[in-house]
């Protein structure tokens, strides 16, 4: 494995799909590099790393005097790193799964309001012969919630349009059927009978839903790229990728009276506490209301 173009690839891909500043990508670089050095003077390298190495990186951390503020970033650049290595296929196994997680306080995802939502498929141009194919994106993602990676990989043969459901293979192949609205089948129909039925798959993706003009899967980047610009169309200021969409799901089903265990199952999470983030974004938006409308504080504050 050629370390430096992995962590050129790396940073690239915190920059486009994790949507991340340059700064910020930069600095988790740095975090791999200070793991490299302590590998290249114990004669190991990356790909070789167990949980006995990571230990005693650690240790050193705290020997040499870095701050546990400091240490925390260095891990979760790591972390970041070694996750990323396994979704490209370059190791098996993540041997920082046993690191233990910093508790820097929960961060809260940004979510979209369903008129931001709504705005953002009112700038699609269904004249370009791509449009109609957008759009149908656009309500998969936000209308199944489903990951980058498990869009891209949607197969034709997954659509069970008579039940109302799609087959999803999720993180380590694992099966999930997810509903789908009438709204998603009738867009996704649509773009069938524009476009994809008419167009000649590479060898490979004759199963893929979603193509690009020249008969290939789409990527995630291309994803990346399509909804960062319909919200700079639709004027959202915030910081949005197409993982947005899934926290925008998971939440307003929340805030719609779904149990927390269903939105489990739909979103493939392995444990409810990485579902539980979507109680504390409907409480914070619920502290938000009582704030705001509220007669008394209204009365305090005029």
Same mark, same amino acid.
């Given at each position: 494995?050629?370390?430096?173009?992995?962590?050129?690839?790396?940073?690239?891909?915190? *920059?486009?799909?994790k949507?991340?500043?340059?700064?910020?990508?930069?600095? %988790?670089?740095?975090d791999?590099?200070?793991?490299? *050095? %302590?590998?290249d003077?114990?004669?190991k390298?990356?790909?070789?790393?167990?949980?006995?190495?990571?230990?005693?990186?650690?240790?050193?951390?705290h020997?040499? !005097?870095?701050?546990p503020?400091?240490q925390a970033?260095?891990?979760?650049?790591? =972390?970041?790193?070694? =996750? %990323?290595?396994?979704? #490209?296929?370059?190791?098996?196994?993540?041997?920082?799964?046993?690191?233990?997680?910093?508790?820097?306080?929960?961060?809260l995802? #940004?979510?979209? +309001?369903?008129?931001?939502?709504?705005?953002?498929?009112?700038?699609?141009?269904?004249?370009?012969?791509?449009?109609?194919?957008?759009?149908?994106?656009?309500?998969?993602?936000? !209308?199944?919630?489903?990951?980058?990676?498990?869009?891209?990989?949607?197969?034709?043969?997954?659509?069970?349009? #008579?039940?109302?459901?799609?087959?999803?293979i999720?993180? !380590?192949?694992?099966?999930?059927?997810?509903?789908?609205?009438? #709204?998603?089948? +009738?867009?996704?129909?649509?773009?069938?009978e524009? +476009?994809?039925n008419?167009?000649?798959?590479?060898q490979?993706?004759?199963d893929?839903?979603?193509?690009?003009?020249?008969?290939?899967r789409?990527?995630r980047?291309?994803i990346?790229y399509?909804? =960062?610009?319909?919200?700079?169309?639709?004027?959202?200021?915030?910081?949005?990728?197409?993982?947005?969409?899934?926290?925008?799901f998971?939440?307003h089903?929340l805030?719609?009276?779904?149990?927390?265990?269903?939105?489990?199952?739909?979103?493939?999470?392995?444990?409810?506490?990485? +579902?539980?983030? %979507?109680?504390?974004?409907?409480?914070?938006t619920?502290?938000?209301?009582?704030?705001?409308?509220?007669?008394?504080?209204q009365?305090?504050?005029?």
């Amino acid at each position: 494995m050629d370390l430096e173009k992995t962590k050129q690839r790396f940073e690239g891909y915190l *920059r486009i799909e994790k949507g991340l500043s340059a700064n910020t990508a930069a600095s %988790y670089c740095r975090d791999v590099d200070h793991l490299v *050095r %302590y590998l290249d003077n114990v004669k190991k390298s990356i790909t070789e790393v167990n949980n006995q190495d990571l230990d005693q990186f650690l240790g050193t951390l705290h020997d040499v !005097g870095i701050s546990p503020r400091s240490q925390a970033r260095i891990i979760s650049g790591i =972390k970041s790193f070694f =996750k %990323y290595m396994v979704m #490209e296929g370059l190791v098996d196994n993540d041997p920082t799964q046993l690191l233990p997680s910093p508790r820097m306080g929960r961060h809260l995802p #940004e979510v979209l +309001t369903l008129s931001e939502i709504d705005r953002m498929i009112a700038c699609i141009d269904l004249s370009h012969p791509q449009g109609q194919r957008n759009r149908a994106i656009i309500e998969v993602l936000y !209308g199944c919630g489903l990951r980058v990676s498990e869009l891209v990989e949607l197969r034709l043969s997954q659509i069970f349009e #008579e039940e109302e459901y799609i087959l999803v293979i999720g993180k !380590g192949n694992k099966q999930r059927l997810i509903p789908i609205s009438q #709204e998603a089948l +009738t867009q996704i129909n649509l773009y069938l009978e524009q +476009t994809r039925n008419n167009q000649v798959a590479k060898q490979g993706c004759e199963d893929i839903l979603f193509l690009n003009r020249r008969g290939n899967r789409l990527t995630r980047v291309m994803i990346f790229y399509i909804v =960062k610009e319909l919200c700079e169309l639709a004027g959202i200021r915030k910081t949005v990728s197409p993982h947005t969409l899934r926290h925008s799901f998971a939440t307003h089903l929340l805030e719609g009276g779904a149990n927390l265990r269903a939105i489990q199952q739909m979103l493939g999470h392995e444990s409810i506490e990485t +579902t539980e983030i %979507y109680v504390h974004i409907d409480r914070s938006t619920l502290r938000h209301e009582i704030l705001t409308h509220h007669p008394r504080n209204q009365r305090h504050n005029a």
